[in-house]
T-cell receptor, first 114, second 114 residues
Framework: NAGVTQTPKFQVLKTGQSMTLQCAQD?????MSWYRQDPGMGLRLIHY?????ITDQGEVPNGYNVSRSTTEDFPLRLLSAAPSQTSVYFC??????WGTGELFFGEGSRLTVL | AQSVTQPDIHITVSEGASLELRCNYS??????LFWYVQSPGQGLQLLLK??????LVQGIKGFEAEFKRSQSSFNLRKPSVHWSDAAEYFC????????????FGTGTSLTVIP
């Protein structure tokens, strides 16, 4: 079973460039989310979605954009990359969107912005 | 505001020794509590979760956790640590009163020495 698939696994960008991190899940989960993980900061929520066509901001949304056109896919767009966006990004999905269900994580995407 | 505190940034234990990782939460309603484990270069995997009922919950890989409402704690324990348990451990709370949010602690890194 694929679960949550993230691409790419590694990416190097120059300041000002844009890119999209892809996330796809095959579990028919309504809830999907993006986190960034930084040393000593734990996981911080960037954006989340409770279903196709519905997205909302998390704790650290600035500089990121999301859309949810299908249940399966939840891409994260960096509009103009900055060094502060150097991080490891995780996509996660859940069968519950009331904080009651287990989150299923992708393997992460390591982004470096020069 | 909801928050999760893991006071120990790093813990070192000998193989075969017992382990306890601390987690304290701040939350106004009945919490949904989780422990996740992250092996190097991997996404997070659920170890166990507490929703209600018995305050001692069993998880995978021989881990257990005890919910103590009076202390706002959800500590993770294992009687005998194996070298393969070396990883990063995250405590999380599902914030059902705001909806759509999971809050993570900053993590505890576990080193296991032979």
């Amino acid at each position: 079973n694929a679960g949550v698939t993230q691409t790419p696994k590694f990416q190097v960008l120059k300041t000002g460039q844009s890119m999209t991190l892809q996330c796809a899940q095959d579990m028919n989960h309504e809830y999907m989310s993006w986190y960034r993980q930084d040393p000593g900061m734990g996981l911080r929520l960037i954006h989340y979605s409770v279903g196709a066509g519905i997205t909302d901001q998390g704790e650290v949304p600035n500089g990121y954009n999301v859309s949810r056109s299908t249940t399966e896919d939840f891409p994260l767009r960096l509009l103009s990359a900055a060094p502060s966006q150097t991080s490891v990004y995780f996509c996660a999905s859940s069968y519950s969107f009331w904080g009651t269900g287990e989150l299923f994580f992708g393997e992460g995407s390591r982004l470096t912005v020069l | 505001a909801q928050s999760v505190t893991q006071p120990d940034i790093h813990i070192t234990v000998s193989e075969g020794a017992s382990l306890e990782l601390r987690c304290n939460y701040s939350y106004g309603a009945t919490p949904y509590l989780f422990w996740y484990v992250q092996s190097p270069g991997q996404g997070l995997q659920l170890l166990l979760k507490y929703f209600s009922g018995d305050t001692l919950v069993q998880g995978i890989k021989g881990f257990e956790a005890e919910f103590k409402r009076s202390q706002s704690s959800f500590n993770l324990r294992k009687p005998s640590v194996h070298w393969s348990d070396a990883a990063e451990y995250f405590c999380a709370v599902g914030a059902t009163n705001t909806g759509n949010q999971f809050y993570f602690g900053t993590g505890t890194s576990l080193t296991v020495i032979p």
